[in-house]
């Protein structure tokens, strides 16, 4: 079984930063993608950024130039720098991963989210 376990949401006042941090744990042979997607309260789940296992990434417009996704594979982590936080960036985020357990079959997991809240 894999798991995904996010850690760093909070409480931040607008144009503050949060790191967010997801660590993938199990029977992992490899991992392809990795992602960050948001739910706000009443819309859909939305991407934020991914990044592939050669470190490609790719984001929504809305945080462009203002978040930054890495990964760290030896850790099987992937983390998202977020700066000048909005209002409207206030959501639960989840992580998402493209596992290889047995190869070549790859599985997608979700981590359980966390609560971002930027608030004055």
């Known amino acids: 079984q894999v798991q995904l376990v996010e850690s760093g949401g909070g409480l931040v006042q607008p144009g503050g930063s949060l790191r967010l941090s997801c660590a993938a744990s199990?029977?992992?042979?490899?991992?392809?993608?990795m992602g960050w997607y948001r739910q706000a309260p009443g819309k859909q789940r939305e991407l934020v950024a991914e990044?592939?296992?050669?470190?490609?990434?790719n984001y929504a417009d809305s945080v462009k130039g203002r978040f930054t996704i890495s990964r760290d594979n030896a850790k099987n982590t992937v983390y998202l720098q977020m700066n000048s936080l909005k209002p409207e960036d206030t959501a639960v985020y989840y992580c998402?991963?493209?596992?290889?357990?047995?190869?070549?079959?790859?599985?997608?997991?979700w981590g359980q989210g966390t609560q971002v809240t930027v608030s004055s």
């Open positions: 998402n991963a493209d596992v290889v357990v047995i190869a070549p079959y790859v599985h997608n997991y």
């Open positions: 199990g029977n992992i042979f490899s991992i392809n993608g």
């Open positions: 990044i592939t296992s050669g470190s490609s990434t």
